[in-house]
């Protein structure tokens, strides 16, 4: 659907993309990274919008430098920011974008019907959109992005400034999107955590590298994480290192320290090991392994949690790879 | 049809969001499709024929016509446009009113000399059509939804740019519409009438195509509307009135020659120049000069360069509007 080889962006301060190589697949798949990651510009080349400094990628099989046209006829795009002028109904703006997409004024109408109806907008559709809410206007430019039945969506932020039940109806309107209209989609956010919900594929990308790309299921597997609290005493000075020690004689797979860690107060107490396997079907004997180990060594176990997968974790364990 | 683009689930009802966020259960196109046998009446594909870069040109270029006019916009967006509209149409029907009761030869005022009278009327017209056609869409960022669509920038810039000539075409050439029928209604020489109003017509097309070019460009760099409505004002009224008073002084401190020259400094003096020597018209200058054939060409030549520059201008200011 997208592949992208060794491109790289740059302005005249920042590197925004880094020799980034990755395929996507059909399907939906999640763009991850903080802000500034490199998000918003890697959509931007992918429209064939934005030159790309060096590197190139095909949208569709088609070359984003040579075919930007032809790839905008068949691809939707939703900006992060708000795109919506205020004085006109959702119906007479949606229409006007199909007509500016290429189709026909009456097909624009039908579709524009269809789709609006699609993202649960029905009769305020006739309103100025200046009064509508936020969760509204986020589903008119969903609306806007769909409405020429593209093969491929690209999302960029789309459950931004939604409260916690907009952002669930929006991810759930993005997967049947595929799941429903067949319609691919990358979609962005700076939180895995919701983007794992939704996504059949994950990308992060961090300062315009990529950190990893694998399918969620991977994902999710690989990033449960059982952090251990320890405290130090007299005869191991260094609880957690003790601890690492130990728990990899029991079989167990501590993570390294990071090194930019020991900076953080506190986080030289914290060691965290992959305990495999999906949340809730961990193995209990893990935990039983960890307590005890720490309980032999003497140390004081402050707390034991096991943890949902964070993107600063996905950064850690790549400053930790990174010496490796 | 690719295989990517069969739906999973053919169903009308998406998965609840509980299924929808459990990606992890191996969802493949096989091992549901197999399974539904209720058909998909929710979402229809899209199969009919998709039209191209021109024809969305054209579409935005009618919608933004339309819209200049307040057509297909709220009631109370007509208001203003259609006032003046109205405002510049009455008293082009009194001059063909006072040549009939007067039962003189010509009207009293010329063609082209009639759009040059209405300046201030269609300065008006001009500050309230173009920020409405073009900085709307940069203030509220609606651009990159076009430039995410296969129209360039160029096809944006080319379709508002004719909108809003078009809009101010119609704007003067109307009221000369108005005066040739009236003319030829009270019997006034039909040839001489239709020369004049053809001419009238022809001085109508450059009026539009300067003064459009420098509105657009002022209210692309100016997405808050008030200050584009003020800008485009001063722009189009000050240097006019500053250049005929410069003229004035000109012709009493017997410096006549100056006055075509002089001319040159403001788009309403140069149109003047341009139809008192090229269109046959009366000049609007001190002393009623017309200009040398010297100053014809430059005339011409500055009328040109002046409309390729905003444009290109224009066209600047797009490529830079980000994304
Ligand atoms: N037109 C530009 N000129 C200069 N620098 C830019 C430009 N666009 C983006 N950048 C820089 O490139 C980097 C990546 O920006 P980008 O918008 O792609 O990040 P993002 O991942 O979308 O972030 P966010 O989550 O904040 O939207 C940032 O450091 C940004 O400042
Ligand atoms: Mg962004």
């Not at chain 1, 400034?161 to 309107?173: A, F, N």
């Given at each position: 659907m997208i592949?992208?080889?060794?491109?790289?962006?740059?302005?005249?301060?920042?590197?925004?993309?880094?020799?980034?190589?990755?395929g996507i697949e059909p399907g939906v798949t999640g763009l991850?990274?903080?802000?500034?990651?490199?998000?918003?510009?890697?959509?931007?080349?992918?429209?064939?919008?934005?030159?790309?400094?060096?590197?190139?990628?095909?949208v569709l099989g088609?070359?984003?430098?040579?075919?930007?046209?032809?790839?905008?006829?068949r691809v939707g795009?939703m900006?992060?920011?708000?795109?919506?002028?205020?004085?006109?109904?959702?119906?007479?703006?949606?229409?006007?974008?199909?007509?500016?997409?290429?189709?026909?004024?009456?097909?624009?109408?039908?579709r524009?019907?269809d789709t609006?109806r699609h993202v649960g907008?029905?009769?305020?559709?006739?309103?100025?959109?200046?009064?509508?809410?936020?969760?509204?206007?986020?589903r008119?430019?969903l609306a806007?992005a769909l409405v020429h039945d593209p093969r491929l969506v690209l999302l960029?932020?789309p459950t931004?400034?939604?409260?916690?039940?907009?952002?669930d109806e929006m991810l759930g309107l993005i997967r049947r999107v595929h799941t429903d209209f067949g319609i691919s989609v990358l979609v962005t956010s700076?939180?895995?955590?919701e983007l794992e919900r939704t996504s059949d594929h994950i990308v992060?990308?961090?300062?315009?590298?990529?950190?990893?790309s694998s399918s969620t299921a991977d994902f999710t597997q690989?990033?449960?994480?059982?952090?251990?609290?320890?405290?130090?005493?007299?005869?191991?000075?260094?609880?957690?290192?003790?601890?690492?020690?130990?728990?990899?004689?029991?079989?167990?797979?501590?993570?390294?320290?990071?090194?930019?860690?020991?900076?953080?107060?506190?986080?030289?107490?914290?060691?965290?090991?992959?305990?495999?396997?999906e949340?809730?079907?961990?193995?209990?004997?893990?935990?039983?392994?960890?307590?005890?180990?720490?309980?032999?060594?003497?140390?004081?176990?402050?707390?034991?949690?096991?943890?949902?997968?964070?993107?600063?974790?996905?950064?850690?364990?790549?400053?930790?790879?990174?010496?490796? | 049809m690719s295989p990517d683009r069969t739906p999973e689930h053919p169903t009308t009802t998406g998965p609840a969001p509980g299924q929808a966020t459990a990606p992890a259960h191996g969802r493949t196109a096989t091992a549901e499709r197999g399974q539904d046998v209720i058909h998909n009446i929710g979402y229809r594909g899209y199969e009919?024929?998709?039209?191209?870069?021109?024809?969305?040109?054209?579409?935005?270029?009618?919608?933004?016509?339309?819209?200049?006019?307040?057509?297909?916009?709220?009631?109370?967006?007509?208001?203003?446009?259609?006032?003046?509209?109205?405002?510049?149409?009455?008293?082009?029907?009194?001059?063909?009113?006072?040549?009939?009761?007067?039962?003189?030869?010509?009207?009293?005022?010329?063609?082209?000399?009639?759009?040059?009278?209405?300046?201030?009327?269609?300065?008006?017209?001009?500050?309230?059509?173009?920020?409405?056609?073009?900085?709307?869409?940069?203030?509220?960022?609606?651009?990159?939804?076009?430039?995410?669509?296969?129209?360039?920038?160029?096809?944006?810039?080319?379709?508002?740019?004719?909108?809003?000539?078009?809009?101010?075409?119609?704007?003067?050439?109307?009221?000369?519409?108005?005066?040739?029928?009236?003319?030829?209604?009270?019997?006034?020489?039909?040839?001489?009438?239709?020369?004049?109003?053809?001419?009238?017509?022809?001085?109508?097309?450059?009026?539009?195509?300067?003064?459009?070019?420098?509105?657009?460009?002022?209210?692309?760099?100016?997405?808050?509307?008030?200050?584009?409505?003020?800008?485009?004002?001063?722009?189009?009224?000050?240097?006019?009135?500053?250049?005929?008073?410069?003229?004035?002084?000109?012709?009493?401190?017997?410096?006549?020659?100056?006055?075509?020259?002089?001319?040159?400094?403001?788009?309403?003096?140069?149109?003047?120049?341009?139809?008192?020597?090229?269109?046959?018209?009366?000049?609007?200058?001190?002393?009623?000069?017309?200009?040398?054939?010297?100053?014809?060409?430059?005339?011409?030549?500055?009328?040109?360069?002046?409309?390729?520059?905003?444009?290109?201008?224009?066209?600047?200011?797009?490529?830079?509007?980000?994304?």
């Amino acid at each position: 659907m997208i592949a992208i080889e060794s491109l790289s962006k740059r302005f005249p301060r920042v590197t925004a993309l880094d020799r980034l190589t990755v395929g996507i697949e059909p399907g939906v798949t999640g763009l991850v990274g903080a802000n500034g990651a490199g998000k918003s510009t890697l959509i931007k080349i992918l429209l064939g919008l934005s030159p790309a400094t060096e590197g190139s990628a095909t949208v569709l099989g088609m070359d984003v430098a040579t075919q930007g046209g032809a790839i905008r006829e068949r691809v939707g795009y939703m900006p992060e920011h708000d795109c919506l002028p205020p004085d006109v109904s959702a119906t007479e703006f949606v229409v006007h974008m199909a007509r500016m997409s290429g189709l026909p004024a009456t097909a624009a109408r039908e579709r524009t019907a269809d789709t609006l109806r699609h993202v649960g907008l029905y009769e305020e559709r006739y309103r100025p959109m200046g009064g509508y809410s936020t969760g509204m206007k986020q589903r008119v430019k969903l609306a806007q992005a769909l409405v020429h039945d593209p093969r491929l969506v690209l999302l960029d932020e789309p459950t931004n400034g939604l409260d916690p039940v907009g952002r669930d109806e929006m991810l759930g309107l993005i997967r049947r999107v595929h799941t429903d209209f067949g319609i691919s989609v990358l979609v962005t956010s700076h939180l895995l955590g919701e983007l794992e919900r939704t996504s059949d594929h994950i990308v992060v990308i961090d300062g315009g590298k990529l950190l990893r790309s694998s399918s969620t299921a991977d994902f999710t597997q690989r990033t449960a994480v059982l952090a251990v609290e320890v405290t130090d005493t007299d005869e191991h000075p260094d609880g957690t290192a003790a601890l690492r020690t130990a728990l990899r004689k029991a079989g167990l797979n501590p993570h390294e320290p990071a090194p930019d860690r020991a900076l953080a107060p506190g986080a030289g107490h914290l060691v965290t090991l992959d305990i495999g396997g999906e949340a809730g079907d961990t193995d209990e004997s893990v935990f039983d392994t960890v307590r005890d180990t720490a309980a032999d060594l003497g140390l004081g176990l402050v707390r034991m949690e096991q943890r949902r997968h964070q993107i600063s974790e996905v950064f850690t364990e790549r400053s930790a790879g990174d010496v490796a | 049809m690719s295989p990517d683009r069969t739906p999973e689930h053919p169903t009308t009802t998406g998965p609840a969001p509980g299924q929808a966020t459990a990606p992890a259960h191996g969802r493949t196109a096989t091992a549901e499709r197999g399974q539904d046998v209720i058909h998909n009446i929710g979402y229809r594909g899209y199969e009919g024929p998709r039209l191209g870069r021109s024809y969305a040109r054209r579409a935005l270029f009618t919608q933004s016509l339309r819209g200049s006019y307040g057509l297909g916009r709220s009631a109370k967006s007509k208001v203003l446009p259609m006032l003046l509209f109205a405002t510049i149409c009455v008293p082009a029907a009194i001059l063909v009113a006072v040549a009939a009761l007067t039962k003189a030869k010509e009207l009293q005022v010329g063609y082209a000399e009639y759009v040059l009278l209405m300046q201030p009327l269609l300065g008006i017209y001009l500050a309230a059509a173009a920020p409405q056609a073009i900085s709307m869409d940069l203030r509220f960022k609606t651009t990159p939804l076009y430039f995410s669509r296969p129209m360039e920038r160029s096809d944006y810039v080319a379709a508002k740019y004719a909108a809003l000539s078009a809009a101010l075409f119609l704007f003067t050439a109307v009221p000369v519409l108005i005066m040739y029928v009236g003319a030829l209604l009270v019997k006034l020489d039909f040839s001489d009438q239709t020369k004049g109003a053809a001419q009238g017509i022809v001085f109508c097309a450059l009026f539009a195509l300067l003064h459009a070019a420098i509105a657009a460009w002022i209210a692309a760099l100016t997405p808050r509307r008030g200050f584009g409505v003020a800008a485009i004002i001063v722009a189009i009224t000050v240097p006019y009135f500053l250049v005929t008073a410069l003229q004035g002084i000109a012709l009493t401190s017997d410096n006549s020659s100056a006055i075509g020259w002089l001319g040159l400094g403001s788009p309403g003096t140069l149109l003047d120049g341009i139809q008192s020597r090229f269109l046959d018209g009366r000049s609007g200058f001190p002393d009623a000069q017309t200009l040398t054939g010297s100053q014809g060409a430059v005339y011409l030549a500055v009328f040109v360069a002046l409309v390729a520059c905003f444009y290109a201008l224009l066209l600047r200011r797009y490529r830079k509007a980000g994304l």
